[in-house]
């Protein structure tokens, strides 16, 4: 009788370890590659689990893992056997699972997708790393290498944050796995359809325990979604803020992939105003519509422009959204390998579109309407230096304290720019999400 291969190597280290290089090599975002190759490789239960918590967490603590190996690995390492080496080691520093089960499974991983060579030196740097814990070998190490931050981050973070004391307790915070959130979109679902508990950042929010978000009817149907409770925050405070005279027509200038879109046109919805949803790329904004499809009521339209050459007139809208394009840093928590990937020059790059686009946002307004800027990057130049440089750009705008708005949320002002909000994850439990209200005068 022919013998049937058995595959040696599970389907979850196989599946973590393919993502993991789609990252390096293709530039892939982690959390889009992780869902294709699970349904590819028909991954669900404990080894969707198990390929989850490899990349998520591999990812995540790669700088510090890559501290322990350089030590212990002698030359350059090629990158498909380092990638393969910081799976073993997630697995041995920060999963207990049994050194003979760790070390055996990467081996056999290594034989299958990068050849039998290097078989032995992974043996061999993998049995070393076993010896001792993650906190035994970080101790003495840079806080970069302890807490698997790049410098730069680490260096921006700190001065974003301005409370030396709490550093340790957000990075920390960047480590975890944030667990998952809902929104329950007004008017279209209750919060207690959702089951979970509640989330003090926004009362539309809902926090579940686990399961598959997709599988819940309310979120099928585009009546609740996922989205974190910071995010909720940035619509809420928009809607929040006092308006004189007519509030019917709002604006989302960058609305994609469109979960603050969604809520806003619920919130329009209720109020009998309606919210005209701008994404520059169109593949976004086809997005934006899918996901605001029940609360369609509150939609005035999607399309797709930029945001810096309006295609709507000026001194037409009561209230207008810019969630600018950022860097994401205050969302690092959430996409593992966007540490690794971003640069210094992104942020220096990004802060003249961001100034545009708050400028244009404000020449969207009627005198007394009012525009929340947003960033899920807590970065000063980011932040408070593009509110200030519109100021002091438009003598028609002035700050209105988007803290006044706030409802029972403690320790939430920006350091920088007093009045504007700043989340924190480690504080509020949400993306560090920046919100600054501006209206027009
Ligand atoms: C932070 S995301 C917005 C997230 C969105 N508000 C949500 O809640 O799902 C920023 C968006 O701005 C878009 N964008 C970038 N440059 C733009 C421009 N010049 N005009 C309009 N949108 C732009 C990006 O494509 C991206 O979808």
Redesign the pocket.
Known sequence: MPKVPVPKVDGARLVAFDVIRAVAEKDAYANLELSRLLREHRLDGRDAALATELVGGTLRLQGSYDDVLDRLAKGKLDPPVRDALRLGAHQLLSMRVPTHAAVATTVDLVKDRIGHRPAGLVNAVLRRVSERSLDDWLTNRSLAARTSHPQWILDALAEALARPEELDALLAADNERPGVVLVARPGLCDPAELGGAPHPVSPYAVQLEGGDPGAIPAVREGRAGV?DAG?QL??LLLARAEVDGRDERWL??????????ALLAAIAAERGARVLA????PH?ATL?AQ?ARAARAGLAGVIA?????PAWAESSFDRV?V????S?LGALRRRPESRWRRTEADVTELVP?QV??LDSAVGALRPGGVVAY???SPVVAETAGVVQEVLARRPDAELVPATSYLEGIADAESAHLPGAVQLWPHRHGTDAMFVALLRRT
């Open positions: 989205q995010s940035v619509a989302d200038v960058c609305a994609g992939p469109g979960g603050k879109a701008n994404e520059r790329q976004r934006v996901g422009g930029d945001g810096t050459r959204l969630d600018a394009p950022c994401g579109l545009s686009l947003a960033t899920c």
